[in-house]
């Protein structure tokens, strides 16, 4: 859609000429639904402003009008949602830069998340430099060609689309020509220098320690969908540097005063921004209501661009250069006078302009009776400066204190940091020769800091000698005529006001930090950098002190909002927290499995035949298993190489049972428990040779078991001889369960005796199939006769698929993990981490006869002998039967402590335990559950409520082994 083309109509604020724009093309847009356009350059708000609209959005709480109020980050109030090509939300229309193909519309206070996958890429770099330059104004840039012509590494950041901060635009001269022809003479050189990383629209949004800085960079926002696919949206850069100049500049301060939230109401120097920058007017009619010199800069320029305005000063006396500047170009300037309000409904119509009063905010409700005589302005543009605050957040953040300097009304660096200086506005500094002498200086001791030999260095630039400055008005408030604060706004994107600050005094609250927090002034997307220091101010007043008594609040990352995703980079979704896959995956797959994430892994949850849900999948699944014969990929079980000499010492040490005593071919069960006596994990051990076991944890343990196995090892008991190493992914394991079993295992390996007498329960036998060494382990984990079979992953597709052809005549089933839940609950075999939650010991689950009693020690031991572990009333493993035969019981749900067929009484309702596992069983034919009950064994046979969905559901109280509690089905 882009085209040749001059300013039209449809940008009636455009100016003919002027700004940093390319005029030369259009760049269409849709704000709102309406059909807007602009050109390469302009931000958002820049274009709206061009076509006269003004209001952008709508305040959080309140829903009133919202328009532009600052030219970039600090705005408080143009919050946007983008919508194409990839919705975005909460971001600010004076930060957008404006491309073909955009489409936005206004939030009210909060945005929305995309409801589809972004295709974007994020990535990140690293950086190291000897010195990182943030902020590429007058000091930044002296700064960086300081450091660049000295032979250092130089990294300069700026957040804007291009180098020059405050010269951009302006009518300044460096060495007797354009300020903007300076910049770019300066940005050729520091590019032709190899050792120099020059980032622009690059936000540096925090300062950590040892000269470690994080910014993000927009790569694509200004190419929009010509961006190419290759590039990332956004860049964060880690930037490693031995020092930081920081020359970040200066916020321009509102003053708060009633209905002062309207749109059409701008910080003074974000309209000489407009003007300059994008060739925009804000307005036909301005009202420039100032407490300091800076804003006859906009009123003077503004006027010559053909703007009628009226200025309102607060001050008696306004320097007589000012005052002849604006007399000639038919300025009227109003001075000892505030703005005290505003009319218009979407758009300021009118300024409330009267004498100034005496004295500040003192009460909530006190009526201010000096104010009197008030005249209504006409007006379209009501531009405020209260003053300016330097922006020392990353100084701040650096841990650097703050001082208070009446003379500029402003919040400064009071002392000088080993590792970062502060140079230009953002030190206080406001001319232009001062803010390139200190950019150099600051250059100068970061090279010293850093071992760099510096010669003589280059003259500055020529510029012209500041003028003089009167001293500002520290005015925060203006008082409300008649005493309601509640329109008085210091925060437009909490709504919060006057009031609320006023309140909160009177709640007992001094520090601005908890009145931050009772207020939410300053917690939202702009962090305070125009609420902030006026609340300090206020406050002051409210205390009766001032802002140097007050302080303010803790500056800390991020400077500006960065998107979760921009930080994530490319560590999401696999690429964040892997998928891991089995061997067998790709089987999976084509049989339709669904799927359960379980530590990291992938794991067939079930698997669905035409127009089964999961329910009806599971019992299918369970009925084969118990009924023929089924197979499950529990290849994800952790398996752990332990080896040596004192590899049975160390065992026992670390398992409540005893493993040393175990016999070459054989499998036994163990759990493992914290120092506590809580049970950590569990699992089967095999031996494998006189110093050799393999130990096989829970899938999600398997990491855990080798960190806390390697911990004793390295640090408690490093004199034992053992090695440990994770072979989880080397091989595969498939257990093969059920009746028909047997067959199964016996057919595929026809050399092994796979009779009770040949191959007992918990024994292990190798083999080879085709020549592939295949371990076979008695093992179930269901009740069931049952094989588990290990083979190395190389091997182990082939190995499965020889396993389900062999059983096609016993109509073998695979199975997932749901079904094996069930399957093992109905042994009562607990899941560790869900039938248990780091308080239940052994003995809770009434498995006492895994702790041993002939072991002299073991990592638990002596916390059994705690009265508390002994305790009758404890939580215990037990098994819960609905007596309605179809309520599945939420798992979580509470049991409570009240008799069958009463009513809950008030809360706080004693509850005595809580459902661990639940499911519906194919083999009981209606839904059971596990349970931690106190004192549970005792109760069995007794009846408990549990509240479900609003109603009471009676249980009966069971042992947790509900199938084949005898054991004969184990060998089948």
Known sequence: MSTTTQATSAAPFRTSAGGRIDRSRTLEFTFGGQTLSGHPGDTLASALLASGRHQVATSIKLGRPRGVGAAWAEDPSSLVQVEEPFPEPMLLASTVELYDGLVADGLPGQGRLADLADSARYDARHLHVDVLVVGAGPAGLQAALTASRAGARVALVDEQ???????????????????????????????ADPEVTHLQRT??????????????????????????????????????????????????????????????????????????????????????????????LTATELADAGVDVTVVDTRAQVPP?????CASRGIVVRTGSVVSGTRGEQRVTHALVGPRPEGGVTAPGAAVADVVEREDLPCDLLLVSGGWN???????????????????????????????????SAAGTFDLPGCLRQGQEAALAALAGVGVEVGEPAPLPQTAAPAPVSAPD????????????????????????????????????????HVKRYTTIGTAHDQGKTSGIVTSGLLGELLGS???????????????????ATLAGRSRGSLFDPERTTAVHDWHVAHGAQWEDVGQWKRPRHYPQAGEDMEAAVLRECAAVRGGVGILDGSTLGKIDVQGADAGELLDRLYTNLMSSLKVGRVRYGVMCGPDGMVLDDGVVLRLAQDRWMVMTTTGGAAKVLEWMEEWLQTEWPHLRVHLASVTEQWAAFPVVGPRSRDVVGAVFPGVDVSNDAFGFMTWQETTLDDVPVRLARISFSGELAWEVHVGSWYAAEVWERLVAAGQPYGITPYGTETMHVLRAEKGYPIIGQDTDGTVTPQDLGMNWVVSKKKADFVGKRSFARAENARPDRKQLVGLLPT???????????????????????????????????????????????????????????????PVAGRLVTAEVTSPVLVDPEGARRDG
């Open 161 to 191: 689309s291009e180098a020059g901060g405050a010269l951009l635009g302006t009518g300044e001269e460096v060495d007797g020509g354009p300020a903007v022809a300076w910049v770019e003479a300066a940005v050729a050189e520091l590019a």
């Open 203 to 296: 936000t540096v949004f925090g300062v950590y320690d040892d000269g470690f800085a994080l910014a993000v960079e927009r790569r694509t926002d200004h190419l929009g969908l010509e961006a190419p696919e290759h590039l990332s949206r956004q860049r964060v850069w880690r930037v490693r540097s031995r020092r930081t100049v920081v020359a970040t500049g200066a916020h321009e301060r509102p003053v708060v005063f009633t209905d002062n939230d309207r749109p059409g109401t701008m910080l003074a120097g974000s309209a000489r921004t407009f003007l300059h920058r994008y060739g925009v007017l804000a307005g036909e009619r301005a009202v420039v209501f100032t407490t300091n010199d800076s804003a006859y």
């Open 321 to 325: 250069s000012w005052q002849v500047a």
């Open 390 to 424: 330097p922006a020392v957040h990353l100084y701040s953040q650096a841990r650097g204190q703050l001082r208070f300097d009446e003379a500029l009304g402003a919040f400064l660096p009071a002392q000088q940091l080993p590792d970062l200086a502060v140079a230009g």
């Open 474 to 513: 520290l005015m925060w408030v203006v008082p409300a005529v008649d005493g309601d604060t509640t329109r008085q706004f210091v925060d437009l994107q909490r709504d919060a006001t006057v009031a609320d600050v006023q309140r909160a005094v009177g709640a007992g609250l001094r520090s601005p930090e």
């Open 546 to 564: 001032g802002p140097q008594d007050v302080g303010t609040t803790t500056f800390r990352p991020p400077y500006t909002p960065v998107a979760f």
């Open 884 to 946: 309605d035969r179809e309520t599945v019981l939420p798992e979580g749900s509470q049991v409570v402590d009240v008799a069958a067929g009463e009513e809950l009484p008030a809360p706080p309702v004693p509850m005595v335990g809580h459902v661990t596992s639940s499911y519906r069983s194919a083999y009981l034919e209606r839904p059971f559950a596990l349970a931690l009950l106190k004192g549970g064994r005792e109760r069995v046979g007794e009846t408990v409520v549990l």
